[in-house]
């Protein structure tokens, strides 16, 4: 039986500190088969192919491939066996040809020279297998995404690839684009190539794939025939469960809703015409795909990034913040998506990052107070439980929990009252995600507003009062509480209109 | 407790060195610890000390400063242009190219930040530039005759200390000072940490970096004024090169060349070794060729010892 598959996982798990990040999953493929894989954000998908390239090393599981058993890979075993994966960011050099960048690190040599004519001949005849139509003199950088991303299968498979990996390869390209991707699976699929094809649109997943593999939360679901299963039995699996009691319960915003803050036809960064209100003392969700103009709002309102068009209005006050600085005065505060790179100032203590927004103001002729920045970052501490030695302890040296809670504390200490989180949770265990649910009801209880992002549904409707959902830099669904229902937000947040352009 | 005598040592390797070389020179020639040599070292290292103090703020915030060399130069020459050819009072001409200094550094900082050019060419290019300008407005040729008040600045003594090391440790102090009690350190460490991080906290890094490179020019240009001084005539090579034993000081302080890392107390004491290591093979009677190796080779030693440390602890 298993002399069929070309590549098995068998019962991968992997472990980080603090979170499982997958749970015995198991997945094979035939020669000649596409099979889709699917499953929400965070559900161990780009976990699961890492482990197939070597990039990731599984806790346990088998790895079979070519007859062996590996307990795991590496990018060289990987290449030997035949896997090749085509991330959503291409491993490309802009200022070389495509020729060049197809034979990229194994060049075609004469001698000591690299032999331009003959990669260039070479590079035709592999586009022409593919029936791709690329000029191998053209530079990559003037190709369009759809062209660049045939340049990584073409180089996939004239490195001998048998099991071609592509995780999300439609998301960047126009539909014009992904037809010609549709043909050329289906062309490799038919010189023997099995494709492991990772999609959040469903009917990609129906058009292409022979059979459908469902994770969820790390866990493997169910393997479905695609003929004989429909798109509300998929959507079913991939969200699973009712929502369980994880969410700490709040009481409903009281009163008359009070238009806290207000985006009129706000355009830029990505965004086209946006319109949304958010009340005072509510906890405004915001649902979509990765990429779809949550960030890139959030973004425009906290003056990181200009928007183009269109207004904001603060307690019905026109605001147009240029920079953070101008709009955290304004009483806006950004805890962003990537904690590590822009939220929390690592190689600087606790209480240095608590106190970063508020330093001029405790300042007398440029000098800091110290005991006031003391007395601030023990309170915020203590209000947030942060777990730290010593407030002097540099925040790298923190767990995702607590740098998350100082990020928090810095923002409170500045006095914010609308609070953008950005995927406030993301890699954060199970314990401190709670914690971090519980600060956000308390904000709203001491009268702040929250605009939350979130890629993780069950966070999202478990906090939210109300839900946005963005695809594609547009807003194509509100919902009330009353009205959450995932499959419905899921099916907003990939409604793909065309271009009435 | 072992490893709590190794942290400790490893985190005063610095002075570990600087001991070390003191003991070496001195057995070699006793006559290397006396007070008189000490001030000697001390008065030598001065104009590296202060102009260090700028120095040290550009690198934290994981930039460079090449144009010290030629703001030292053209302060010298402006500031004796002044006073011998335009007859400028002392204070005046002083404060005038103190001024001048500072508007270099400004104009670093706008082309660094509101244009965007890497902080390497950019201060490469004014470092040129201001060379080049202090040839012409001196005609190539030394400038000298100033009011014999004006050798106090760099040739004169408080009791036994001279005042150029006074102005040193008044520099160390205000450096000391500016980063540990002011908003403007924590906000030089956090751009240095993580420029976007610190933007996104509120910090204008844009004008921090102006500030930044407007103090560099201001230090650099407080060590030209006590060149002119000591040497009481304006050479338009005066400040030929400066830069780089300015940066060997920093950096052999410990300064993080990718930035968010440093204290005053380490430059002092790399400060202090580049001046232990010129005197103390000066009366070696070393060749100047071959400090020029011993001090590269220091360089790399202290650098790449510091690298490794850091490469262990993430590793």
Partial sequence: MSEDFVLQLKNIRKEYPGVTALKNVSLEIKEGEILGLIGENGAGKSTL?????????????????????????????????????????????????????????????????????????????????????????????????????????????QQDAKVLIMDEPSAPLTNAEVDSLYKVCELLKSKGVSIIYISHKLEEIFRLSSRIVVLRDGEYIDTLQTAESNVDELIRLMVGRELKDTFPPRPPAEGEPEVFFEARNVSGNGNKKVNLKIHKGEVLGLGGLVGAGRTELAQMIFGAVHKTEGEFFLKGKEINPKSPREAIDLGIALVPEDRKRHGALLGVSVKNNINMPIYKLISKFSVINSSKESVTTEKYRQELLIKTPTIHQEVKNLSGGNQQKVILGKWLAANSELIILDEPTRGIDVGAKFEIYKLINTLVENGKTVLLISSEMEELMGMSDRIIVFCEGRITGELKKEEFEQHLILKMASDVQEDEE | MKDIVIARLKKSAIWVVLLLLVVVFTAANPRFLSMNNLFTVARQVSMYGIASIGMTFVILIAGIDLSTGSIITIVNVMCAYLMVNMGFGMVEAVTLSLFLAVLIGTLNGMLISTIGIPAIIATFATQTIFAGIAYLLCGGTPIYGFDPRFKVIGQGYVGPVPVPVIIMILCFALGSFILNKTYFGRYFYAVGGNEEAAELSGIRVGRIKYLIYALSGLFAGLAGIVMLSRTNSAQPTAGLGYEFDVITCVVLGGVSIVGGFGKISGVIAGVLIIGVLTNGMVLLNVSNYTQMVVKGIVLILAVGFDTLQKKRSIG
């Fill in chain 1, 49 to 157: 192919i890492k482990t197939c390239s070597g990039a990731v090393i599984p806790t346990s599981g088998k790895i079979i491939v070519g007859g062996k058993e590996h307990t795991h890979m590496s990018p060289q075993l990987a290449r030997e066996n035949g896997i090749a994966i085509i991330y959503q960011e291409f491993n490309n050099v802009r200022e070389l040809s495509a020729a060049e960048n197809l034979f990229l690190g194994n060049p075609i040599r004469k001698g000591i020279v690299i032999d331009r004519k003959a990669m260039e001949r070479e590079a035709e005849k592999a586009f022409a297998q593919l029936n791709i139509n690329i000029d191998p003199k053209a530079l990559v950088g003037d190709l369009t995404v759809g062209y660049q991303q045939m340049i990584e299968i073409a180089k996939a498979i």
